[in-house]
């Protein structure tokens, strides 16, 4: 059965970075895309970006770019997404989320069908 | 971006009942559009995926239409398990959006 299981919590300074983990099982890890969706306390859901693990290509949502790294290792079959220059803003739960369509050589479909089970990131002084 | 506006922001229903929720796009987003459902402290759970297609594993209670920019997700006969926070999310325009959630609460 499709896995995703994250990294455990974190607390940050502002100004720190964190890299959240996730490590895929029960699925070919290269053949879907995944990404990254956080959820601010008692907000919405806010996309991020994703990565293609076959080819480690990368796409991120404006509002993260140059702040956000997504990276992979394939011979663990594991995500990560760094965030640095951390801000009170940026505390919320992180997802992995596996995409619904089960290619990378199109682009991603951005619906999500698999997602890990969150890490809460707290950015406090 | 495309801003997603779910209406109501609570709805207060019985089991048994049937619950209508809707998502408005500020643009048309074609049929681009998911449905998911979260439940305190879990992660959300994909139901729909371009605008009416149930994701894998999904009872037929659930169902979804629309398109364009006015879509309606159905749960046509509510079980206790459904009373949830739902919402909708788009693809069409990068980047990918969602709405800010419907709450499902127990009358």
């Known amino acids: 059965q499709v896995q995703l299981v994250q990294s455990g919590a974190e607390v940050k300074k502002p100004g720190a970075s964190v890299k959240v983990s996730c490590k895929a099982s029960g699925y070919t890890f290269t053949g879907y895309y995944m990404h990254w969706v956080r959820q601010a306390p008692g907000q919405g859901l806010e996309w991020m970006g994703w990565i293609n693990p076959n080819s480690g290509g990368t796409n991120y949502a404006q509002k993260f770019q140059g702040r956000v790294t997504m990276t992979r290792d394939t011979s663990i079959s594991t995500a990560y997404m760094e965030l640095s220059r951390l801000r009170s803003d940026d505390t919320a739960v992180y997802y992995c989320?596996?995409?619904?369509?089960?290619?990378?050589?199109?682009?991603?479909?951005?619906?999500?069908?698999?997602w890990g089970q969150g890490t809460l990131v707290t950015v406090s002084s | 971006e495309i801003v997603l506006t779910q209406s109501p922001a609570t709805l207060s229903l019985s089991p048994g009942e049937r619950a209508t929720l809707s998502c408005r796009a500020s643009q048309s987003v074609s049929s681009y559009l998911a449905w998911y459902q979260q439940k305190p402290g879990q992660a959300p759970r994909l139901l729909i995926y371009d605008a009416s297609n149930r994701a894998t594993g999904i009872p037929a209670r659930f169902s979804g239409s629309g398109s364009g920019t006015d879509f309606t997700l159905t749960i046509s006969s509510l079980e206790p398990e459904d009373f949830a926070v739902y919402y909708c999310?788009?693809?069409?325009?990068?980047?990918?959006?969602f709405g800010q959630g419907t709450r499902l609460e127990i009358k």
């Open positions: 989320a596996r995409d619904l369509s089960a290619t990378v050589v199109t682009p991603p479909r951005c619906f999500f069908d698999y």
């Open positions: 999310q788009q693809r069409s325009n990068w980047p990918s959006t």
